[in-house]
């Protein structure tokens, strides 16, 4: 059964409609009306007539159209009960957003049992419960009930987003936006009574605006289907996990949060490669890393350039490369003959090429030209422009991106932030380069690359 | 049962009569005749009920041996005295026969004991972990580590989906931090990487295959420079 009636529902009945601002179904409904929702949107709650100038009903019952989906934030008491009428009116689909159940233990884990058998029985689907929902950026449908003038929207894009938590999506669709990452769609599934990640990455792997998929996890719904869910996904699309419980302590919080048992971390990490899957360390590296696969495609060996103007950052990325397993291999003869006729002699031709403050725009298509796009030993380049010198102009970013695109080899640029060099770095990522504020973050992007396709993934 | 096409029918044998018995663990001897039937090699050993016995069947091995005591209640069998290495001779036998013997009256008086296993013993060599883990989320794994301390301290140990190539094997042992002792390290000669790859690949075909297996770890294998043999061998099922 396809999941597209919670990513596109046609009408969504929100279960417990209100206008009280302390109550998150208010901000469930002002962020639908904001983001310009098609749907239906139809409240629901017997005692209001009326909820932000939508007729609200008493029940579903009373409710004349189809529904394709409800949305319910009300006490985890309650549930079972709406589940019931919304079963009696044919109602498939649910969002449960309330917590109050498996993650409390005791009586909440039976009061999860009580609805999982509802919904097996009378054949609704289910994401939640404990659980902030969707976000479906193109059909402008979410049910988050955090309001989008604090956690900033992010653009249209073609990032998909699966996590058991619910705060990490909130933080990454603001720490996407504000990096101008565009996604497709997020889904936050907490405690994954029904609809887990597997399910999802099956669902994903049709979605044409899907490219990459980042998931935030902490144990796994089905091992098995996992792993073939995500084998066959990561044959077209990039998978990216960031596992957390990786530790004891670690496993005992995320059995307290969403109520599921994590298990073993190197049985996770064997899974993964088994998968296809990137797997990450912490929100950063999660982010670069879904970024770079975003922008640039894997790496067909591992055989970086190294291109400079600022020596220093030049050995410090080559450091991290040998760490990280890249090789920053001997410029060949062959290109340091051709870059020496069109070289001064101080400039330093071995790799890291080393431009050294002197140089400019220009020297970087000309090295680019010889060592990526005339020659085919390097697989994959990091460009460190540095702008202070005078003879570095905002007109790099076309050149080097131009120089990219002829080499046919991804490339990422290194750029340490400071306010004159945010606006150069707009103008690269515009351009399609990826732009890393780090040496550490640019070479771990990159090996990111370089590992993606060693598993030969797209 | 059900027949099972699988190219591990003699194993699956010895699993299903430890089943209808009732234990969920084998003993020492069950263990290696499940190795040994999925044709990874092991030393001459066999179970022995009496000193005579033993007398007999050592001469026959040749020395020297080792002596382990089999019993359901010992699960660490020197922590009570039950195992000696190095027997060299047939007085040795019968002394040390009676020795473990008396160990385990003092120690475990109420020890129900099956016998003594007797194992021809192995040059020394370098030890690795070969191990088989029915994990609850992804079924199937196989584990591979250095044995003794490079596992206990440093968890120097990967793990794979289960079951894997013998390319995915070799993978595997060359990602372990502990690779060069395998391979050679400060010019010792390099040990049998490939045998010892094949030997991963049986262990995880064989959890593949026998759903009955809940682990199965080869604690050690012993790596020489041509061939590996499982000394040890601890199976638990479900």
Known sequence: MTLEKFFNPKSVAVIGATEDPKNITSTIITNLIEMGFAGKLVPVNPHHDEVFGLKCYPSLIEIKEQIDLTV???????????????AGCGIRNAIIISGGFAELGGKGVELEERIKNICRDKDIRLIGPNCIGVLDNYSNFSTSFLPWTKVKRPEKGNLGILSQSGSYVVSMMDMLSLEGI????????????????????????????THVIGIYMESVDDGRRFINASSNCSRSKHIVALKAGRHDSGIEAAKSH?????????????????????????????????????????????????????????????????????????TPASIREALSEKFPEYFI???????????????YGIA???????????DAAIIIPLMPPPTMT????????????????????????????????????????????????????????VERGRMNGC | ?????????????????????????????EAMDVIKSSGISTPAYTLVKTVHEASVETKSMGFPVVLKIVSPDVLHKSDVGGVVIGVENEKEVERNYAEIMNNLFKKVPDADIMGILVEKQMPKTTEVIVGGIRDEQFGPTVMFGLGGIFVELFKDVVFRIAPVTETEALEMIKEIKGYSVLNGYRGAERLDIQQLAR????????????????????????????????????????
């Open chain 1, 182 to 209: 565009g996604v497709s769609k997020v889904v936050s599934y907490g405690n994954r009574a029904d609809v887990g990640e597997s399910e999802l990455i099956e669902y994903l792997t049709d979605d044409e605006l």
């Open chain 1, 368 to 378: 680019m030209k010889s060592a990526l796009v005339d020659n085919d030993f390097f």
């Open chain 1, 349 to 363: 031709l071995k790799n890291p090429i080393d431009m050294t403050g002197s140089s400019g725009d220009e020297d």
């Open chain 1, 72 to 86: 319910i934030s009300i006490h985890s008491d309650y549930v079972p009960e709406v589940l019931e009428q919304q």
């Open chain 2, 199 to 238: 030997t991963v690949v049986t262990i995880s075909e064989l959890i593949s295959d026998i759903g009955e297996i809940k682990e199965v770890e080869l604690n050690p294998l012993l790596v020489y420079t041509e061939g590996v043999t499982a000394i040890d061998a601890r199976i638990i099922i479900k």
């Open chain 2, 1 to 29: 049962m059900v027949a099972k096409d699988t190219k591990f029918k003699d194993a699956l044998k010895v699993i299903e009569n430890v089943q209808a018995s009732g234990r969920k663990i084998l003993f020492p001897d």
């Open chain 1, 394 to 449: 905002e007109g790099v970013a076309g050149i080097i991106s131009q120089m990219a695109k002829e080499s046919g080899k991804p490339v990422v640029i290194c750029m340490v932030s400071g306010i004159y060099t945010e606006k150069i770095k707009a103008k690269f990522e515009e351009k399609g380069l990826p732009v890393f504020p780090s040496p550490e973050r640019c070479v771990k992007a990159m090996s990111v690359l």
């Open chain 1, 258 to 330: 969403t109520g599921a048992i994590a298990g073993r971390y190197e049985i996770y990490k064997a899974a993964f490669r088994k998968s296809g899957i990137v797997e990450v360390n912490g929100l950063e590296e999660f982010m670069d890393a879904c970024k770079v696969l975003l922008m640039q495609k894997p790496a067909k060996g591992n055989k970086v350039l190294v291109l400079t103007n600022g020596g220093g950052f030049g050995v410090s990325v080559s450091d991290m490369c040998s760490d990280t397993g890249l090789d920053v291999a001997h």
